[in-house]
């Protein structure tokens, strides 16, 4: 989060607001559409698509708490300390949760490459259900940080850009985000080093040209790189802002790195969701009736995760 960190508190209405405010109504609204489908087509039960539909879940709690924020800032004069607290609550579990479930969706890629033979039968539903619960009940408590004491209401000198969380708070949150980004850096490193040897044993096994080995290995990794840099691009800013600076920076500062770290939650949807051939399939079905003839049916391969 980070939109409410200028702190609104009356007067005009900063463009900054109004723009973080369109981007949370954005984002509510495709992630919305992410877990009709997924809701309403009973084949899509996979524990794959339980990681799909948690970071969008994540994404929606996202996008509508910078709406509330929104709402708090300007229509809520004066608002009580609990609320202020509460949204902003709202904003740092819903962030929290999104992240961690594009961690969880690494590692679920990692172990379905690493444990080829076994994945179908060890990643059993019930097991995901009960990972999901307790990342989302760590990323509650998160949450509830602000209203436990994790604010800056009594000492506005304190504050960060986070705010109302405390600078030393706020440093805390951003190491903890550089650390997670280090480990889904580290696997999918690994899991590009696994794609590669699977697509050197199927082209040796079917006696693929040497071309079509490296079409497909460039393949897997371009889509490796857009993955992990739109979400570097997104966030690694502004959590090294927040780790550096204080409530005395410039408020355009926070605005123009938060605004893009908000977008990634518009980005997940396109990246994790809608690029699912089952999920696309379900989508045809539901606007138009009908499955394109010219609808790729290929089995998705190691090269394209």
Known sequence: GGGEAAGGGGGAVSPWDIALC???????CENALVLAVLFYTPSLRAPMF????SLALADLLAGLGLVVN??????????SAAVA??????LLAAFSASVCSLLAITIDRYLSLYNALTYHTERTLTFTCAMLLLMWLVCLGVGLLPLLGWNCLRDQAACSVLRPVTKDNAAVLAVTFLLLFA??????????RIAFRHAQQIAVQHQFIATAQATSTRKGLATLSFILGTFALCWIPFAIYSLVADSSYPAVYTYSLALP???????????????NPDIQKSLWL??????PSTFSSRPRTSSDV
């Open 22 to 28: 369109a981007t949370g109504t954005a984002v509510a």
């Open 50 to 53: 339980l990681l799909i539909g």
């Open 70 to 79: 929104f709402t708090v800032q300007y229509l809520l004069q004066p608002p």
């Open 85 to 90: 607290l509460s949204a902003a609550g709202l």
């Open 183 to 192: 480990l889904m850096l580290q696997l999918y490193l690994q899991i590009c």
């Open 261 to 275: 770290a908000t977008c990634n939650s518009l980005i997940n949807p396109v990246i994790y969701a809608f690029r």
């Open 286 to 291: 539901a606007c138009c009736g009908c499955i």
